[in-house]
Each structure stands twice: as C-alpha cells, then as structure tokens.
T-cell receptor, first 119, second 112 residues
C-alpha cells in the first residue's frame, strides 16, 4: 500500500521569505500523481500544485514550485515571497494512476504541515 | 456552477443517533468520494463511487453506509453514532481519467 509522510508538523516563515515543506512517499508503482493541497481555517481543500510522475520537469504555479525526486520518492513544496494568506495547513497527497487495476483515483494524504507566516 | 456542496456545515449528535450527510455535485462527475479528517491528521477515504448504482468501501468504512442513485448525489449515512465518528467529513468528485478532485466545504460532526 502507498503511504505519504510529512515529517514537519509545523513550520514558520517570515513574510516575503521562502519556505520549503517536505514530503516523502512510498510506492512500488511507476506511474502516479502527486499533489499539494492547502487547507486554510475555512477548511476548504484548495489544490495548490500537481505533478505527474512521468514528467521530469518540476511543476510551477506562480510562487509555488515543487522539487520532485522520483528515485528518492521525495516531493517538496517551495513557497517563494511568502504572504500572510499562505498561512494554512498543507497536505501532500498521492494518487494512483487510473490504469492500475483496482485504482479508483482516491487520494492518500500525509498528516499535514501547519505553516505560519510572520509579518 | 456550485461545484460540490455539502449539508449540514455543523452537527452535534448524541451517541446512538443516526443522520445523513448530504453531498451534491453539479459537474456531472462520475467519481465521488467521502473522506474523514480527524484532528491533526490527513484525510482518509470512507467510501467511493464510480457511478450511479456502484459504490465500494475505502480505508475506514465501519459505521457508515452510502448510496448513489443519481450521478449528482452521494449521501453518507451514519448509523448508531459513536464518539469515534467525531470528525470533519469531506465529499469530493472527479471526472473519470482526470487527476484532480474537487472538494466540498466539509461537515464538522461532533458525537457526544
């Protein structure tokens, strides 16, 4: 079974600085998807960024980028120019590729990292 | 489009009571999911459905039931509520072959 580990329960960053959140995962499959979700106090789950395992190029979405190391099974999130609105819980998630038998596309989540942004 | 909607937003149940959490999506997605989020934890899959009339268990199905009579609706039924079911419940949907899931706003349930 696949597992996702986030080893940093809490992180703090100064406004306008850069912070990196760590995520490792365990799988025997070669094709899959990885995601970072943001959960602000409102509880809404917001997709921040996604990465397809077959793509070597790291995904980027404005101030958010990932460092995807497939061999190391590592998927870290870098937030540049941190803003007060970035304060939230961040979850790393894994999704099996739909081609695998028995895969119905559900997400497997880590426990999350709580990010605080200091003004 | 309203996306994925859930009702109620909050609910307090007494031990042994039953209730249904409602989930509706207006995006014509085949795949729908129910997750629960316990304090300090990520989301865990309770049940999922790949289309009307087809449902299956996820990682933590005990104490819950689901049905899927239409593409739009995927209600989650709690029978004989227990304190261990105190959690935040999320419904999500996804089109087939697509990697992104769309989440509802969640229902905070307390069982006392």
């Amino acid at each position: 079974a696949q597992t996702v580990t986030q080893s940093q329960p809490e992180m703090s960053v100064q406004e306008a600085e850069t912070v990196t959140l760590s995520c490792t995962y365990d799988t025997s499959e070669s094709d899959y998807y990885l995601f970072w979700y943001k959960q602000p106090p409102s509880r809404q789950m917001i997709l921040v960024i996604r990465q397809e395992a077959y793509k070597q190029q790291n995904a980027t979405e404005n101030r958010f980028s990932v460092n995807f190391q497939k061999a190391a099974k590592s998927f870290s999130l870098k937030i540049s120019d941190s803003q007060l609105g970035d304060a939230a819980m961040y979850f790393c998630a894994y999704r099996r590729h739909m081609n695998y038998g028995g895969s119905q596309g559900n997400l497997i989540f880590g426990k999350g990292t709580k990010l605080s942004v200091k003004p | 489009n309203a996306g994925v909607t859930q009702t109620p937003k909050f609910r307090i149940l007494k031990i042994g009571q039953s209730m249904t959490l409602q989930c509706t999506q207006d995006m014509n997605h085949n795949y729908m999911y129910w997750y629960r989020q316990d304090p300090g934890m990520g989301l865990k899959l309770i049940y999922y459905s790949v289309g009307a009339g087809i449902t299956d268990k996820g990682e933590v199905p005990n104490g819950y039931n689901v049905s899927r009579s239409t593409t739009e609706d995927f209600p989650l039924r709690l029978e004989l509520a227990a304190p261990s079911q105190t959690s935040v419940y999320f419904c999500a949907s996804s089109p087939p072959g697509h990697y992104e899931q769309y989440f509802g706003p969640g229902t905070r349930l307390t069982v006392t």
